[in-house]
């Protein structure tokens, strides 16, 4: 076997992993603090792909500029529709949940099909994005490496958050107990408030960087939403932590394939899952 | 009519349950107690399937069942209510107990199972509430719907979990007496109990365990008086034998 | 099943009406009828998704793989197309008994996952299967380009003058009456859970499997079979559908947004019924249909604002709107709230 090519195919794949994670953790904080099965959480990451690519378009703004943007606008939306739908339902059952978020997904899909079409986009005329280094004959792209960074950055900025910050201990008292925090006098429901918006904006920025790295159409949220689902799954509900573990996983698997299998790439999807389905299974006897 | 031989469960280096081996008679009613964690209940999921002993033997009426899954065992005649009760939130009191009619024993017809389900209702005295969701029932009517449910299974060993917590005096009168009709009919009592009152009032046995040990059994009167039992009581954090506020049934018949 | 005498005799009168429709839509409207017979088969099969998916979901399996299921029942058509001299018909019940195989497998291994482990494990499935369909030999199952079915209803010339339409109305009503025939069959196949012992059987183990297994159920059965029908209901539905489009292929036939319908319907028509499926289906696709018309581009949007406002302000479905309303006009049954569990169900969403 071509080591370099071995070689290749785990670097893709650790640097695939950081933008899985930090969409994944954003989902994982949703069902995880406020309990919330949110299939529209992919979206928020089409959304900030496309206001990047608007900001970019209309104001030639870097991506990286946008960040700034993008990020508290991704905050309010998530906000707003945290206040507007998901905290009615927040007590409901998991499927009045599911359709919940559904027809937001659909709504915000088809919203932005409006305004944008359905044709792929992308914020390709930034200078550094064909930049790459040869590393021992691995190419390593500048913009993937860069996402890989701003992702690990977030991710662990999130777990010290999680840890350390009198917000993060908020958090985690109300996933853990709801009533017993409210009545230690945590405000529930600003907490709640609080989880979604950053499940938002970290969702978003993911959505950015996707905007450089390829061309996303407004129906790229929904693939995003599962694969999501499927890492928070995988690393075992409320385990944020493992959601880093999962996402190597899963995101050097499907690189692996993709460069060592011929005709690998049409396989992507299935490797992620196949994986997924496996380890589902294999646990779940495990527990018996 | 059940045995159990050299019981145990080990979660990992804990063993939660050792060493357990006891017999319990026909129509006996035996009372397993034990201060807090001594795997009371640990004992009582593997009895009725709901854990795999790591090993040991689980006999009943003379047929080795510690392979049969719950509801097999369920259909060779064992029946459990629980501690913390469960109803069928969504159906009916009589739906509810149907439910145990129907699957209880094999081969029952809708015929039957309303019949059963009937008398079950009766004997536990639900019958007015028939219609009422079980959601809408108060704590004694639905620790009534867990026994009458298993009733209505038609089992000939009645595995009860700590059905007093929770109940106040008057109400734990009416589930002793409703516990001594049940073994009137020749059902078999199995139960686990905090209340000692009501432990001295029912039990025929008693069987003490301390930290997954049994460490007495006899009568009430021999297993209070045996110091082992009293200081495993004492010792432990919470004395809650000395319940001076807790279900006092009063001498019974 | 004695109870069961009113659902049977709507069925029946159902099963009436969808003999007699083709004929009285065509006298009424003349050439509009072939396009309302389109809209009407497309509405029946939305239901037999939502029956179908209802079925499992009373068992507490939230599946995910519902299109799998469609698109393997849709594929075996496609392949049974591919040996010649055998009646198109039989690939609905090979479609159907294919899907049924499938479940099998993956419920018994999915049988200890609950909520959304089980939800994602059948997502994955359903991906996994589609990956490897479409990566069979082209010559088995036609690759990512997808294999042409021929349509179980060619149009039939009848000599003499006979216009265009005429011709695609004829199409369009057999069509109608073998969607209405497998409709019929899921309602039946509803009716029977909901009125029999599997009713009680379903329920338990929806609410809590250990419960019900220490009261004498089975659950390993109980959900495997509601897997095994569900599966087999969609995907004879999956085999009709690909005769009808003419074609299956991986992304179209296995597509997620199926999946995504069969559990949107019953959840905003009432989970746990017969009649919300089907109450959701109608509904659904006449608001889809009217936004269709109205806003051209965009419509999605007004559909997706339905969905949600309906959780708001709905959150037991349609049916269980209806016995909230019914329960404030009529007079306060005996003993209590009492539930109901005729075709509306429990009235409770859960």
New interface residues.
């Given amino acids: 076997m071509d080591l370099t090519l071995l070689a290749q195919g785990l670097v893709s794949g650790v640097l695939a992993a950081g933008l899985y994670a930090l969409v994944s953790v954003g989902l994982a904080l949703a069902i995880g603090v406020i309990g919330v099965i949110n299939f529209a959480h992919g979206e928020f990451f089409m959304v900030g792909a496309f206001l990047a690519y608007q900001l970019y378009v209309s104001l030639g703004f870097d991506p990286l500029l946008s960040l700034l943007f993008v990020a508290p606008a991704l905050f309010v939306i998530g906000a707003l529709i945290y206040l507007s739908s998901i905290r009615y339902v927040l007590r409901a059952p998991e499927l009045n949940q599911m359709l919940l978020t559904f027809g937001l997904s659909i709504v915000l899909q088809n919203l932005a099909l409006l305004i944008w079409g359905g044709d792929p986009r992308s914020i390709s005329g930034v200078p550094y994005r064909s930049v790459g280094y040869q590393v021992a004959g691995i190419s390593i792209g500048l913009v993937p490496l860069g996402s890989f960074v701003i992702s690990l950055v977030l991710v662990l900025a999130l777990y010290a958050l999680l840890a350390r910050s009198k917000l993060g201990r908020a958090m985690r008292a109300v996933a853990q107990n709801r009533i017993g925090a409210s009545l230690v006098g945590l405000e529930v429901d600003r907490i709640y408030l609080v989880a979604f918006a950053l499940s938002a904006l970290l969702a978003g920025i993911g959505g950015v960087m996707i905007a450089v790295i390829q061309s996303p159409t407004p129906t790229v949220g929904f693939a995003f939403t599962l694969k999501a689902f499927a890492i928070v799954v995988l690393a075992g509900l409320g385990n944020i932590r493992g959601i880093l573990w999962a996402s190597l996983a899963v995101a050097v698997s499907e690189s692996l394939v993709a460069t060592l299998v011929p005709n690998g790439d049409a396989l992507r999807n299935a490797v992620f899952f196949a994986i997924i389905f496996i380890v589902l299974i294999a646990r779940a006897r495990r527990t018996a | 009519m059940l045995r159990v031989d050299g019981l145990e469960k080990r979660f990992g280096g804990l063993a939660a349950v050792q060493d357990l081996s006891f017999e319990v008679e026909e129509e006996e009613i035996f009372a397993i107690i034990g201060p807090n964690g001594a795997g009371k209940t640990t004992t009582l999921n593997m009895i009725?399937?709901?854990l795999a002993p790591t090993h040991g033997r689980i006999e009943l009426a003379g047929r080795d069942i510690t392979a049969l899954?719950?509801?097999e065992r369920?259909?060779a005649g064992l029946?459990?209510a629980?501690q913390v009760v469960?109803p069928?939130?969504?159906?009916?009191v009589e739906?509810n107990v149907?439910?145990?009619a129907?699957?209880?024993?094999?081969g029952t017809g809708?015929a039957e199972?309303r019949r059963l389900t009937a008398g079950a209702l009766e004997r536990s005295g639900l019958l007015?509430?028939?219609?009422?969701?079980a959601e809408?029932l108060t704590l004694l009517q639905e620790k009534r719907l867990e026994i009458a449910?298993?009733l209505a299974?038609g089992p000939r060993v009645l595995l009860l979990d700590e059905v007093m917590a929770g109940l106040r005096p008057a109400e734990a009168r009416l589930a002793v007496r409703l516990v001594k009709e049940v073994r009137e009919r020749g059902v078999t009592v199995v139960f686990i109990e905090h209340v000692m009152p009501v432990v001295r009032d029912l039990a025929d046995r008693v069987l003490v365990m301390d930290y997954g040990r049994p460490i007495a059994s006899g009568s009430y009167r021999e297993v209070t008086a045996d110091p082992r039992v009293v200081s495993a009581y004492l010792g432990a954090e919470d004395g809650d034998d000395d319940d001076g506020g807790g279900a006092g049934t009063g001498a019974e018949a | 099943m004695r109870r069961a005498l009113p659902d049977l005799l709507w069925t029946l009168l159902l099963a009436v009406v969808v003999a007699l429709a083709p004929g009285a839509l065509k006298g009424l409207f003349h050439q509009a009828s072939v396009s309302y017979l389109s809209l009407a088969s497309n509405a029946m099969s939305l239901a037999v998704l939502a029956l179908s998916w209802d079925l499992l979901a009373r068992t507490g399996q939230l599946s995910l793989a519902h299109a799998a299921f469609y698109g393997a029942g849709g594929y075996a058509a496609a392949v049974l197309a591919k040996l010649s001299g055998v009646p198109l018909f039989l690939a609905l019940p090979l479609g159907g008994a294919v899907a049924a195989l499938l479940a099998l497998g993956l419920g018994s291994v999915t049988l200890r996952l609950r909520g959304i482990y089980f939800a994602i494990a059948t997502l994955a499935f359903a991906e996994v299967l589609k990956a490897l369909v479409q990566e069979l030999p082209t010559g088995i199952a036609g690759g990512a380009a997808g294999l042409n079915v021929p349509p179980l209803f060619r149009p039939h010339f009848v000599p003499g003058a006979m216009q265009r339409w005429e011709i695609a109305y004829l199409r369009n009503a057999d069509y109608f009456y073998v969607y209405g025939g497998l409709l019929l069959l899921a309602i039946l196949v509803s009716v029977v859970v909901q009125r029999t012992r599997l009713r009680a059987a379903f329920t338990a183990v929806r609410t809590n499997e250990a419960v019900a297994a220490v009261m004498g159920v089975r659950p390993a059965r109980a959900k495997l079979l509601a897997f095994v029908l569900s599966s087999a209901l969609v995907g004879m539905l999956g085999a009709l559908e690909a005769e009808r489009l003419g074609s299956v292929i991986p992304d179209g036939t296995f597509a997620i947004s199926t999946t995504v319908f069969a559990l949107v319907t019953p959840i905003f028509g009432g989970l746990y019924t017969t009649l919300g499926p089907i109450l959701g289906a109608g509904v659904l696709s006449a608001i889809e249909e009217t936004l269709k018309r109205t806003f051209a581009e965009g419509y999605l949007i007004g559909y997706g604002l339905v969905l949600v406002a309906s959780v708001l302000f709905m959150p037991r479905g349609l049916v269980g709107l209806a016995n909230r309303l019914r329960r404030r006009r009529g007079p306060p049954p005996a003993g209590g709230a009492g539930t109901e569990a005729g075709l509306a169900g429990d009235g409770e969403g859960r």
Avoid at chain 2, 88 to 92: K, L, N, Q
Avoid at chain 2, 102 to 106: E, F, I, R, V
């Fill in positions: 009725s399937g709901l899954s719950s509801a369920c259909h029946g459990r629980f469960q069928f939130p969504e159906m009916t739906e149907m439910v145990g129907l699957y209880g024993t094999p809708q199972a007015p509430l028939r219609e009422v969701p809408e449910r298993a299974t």
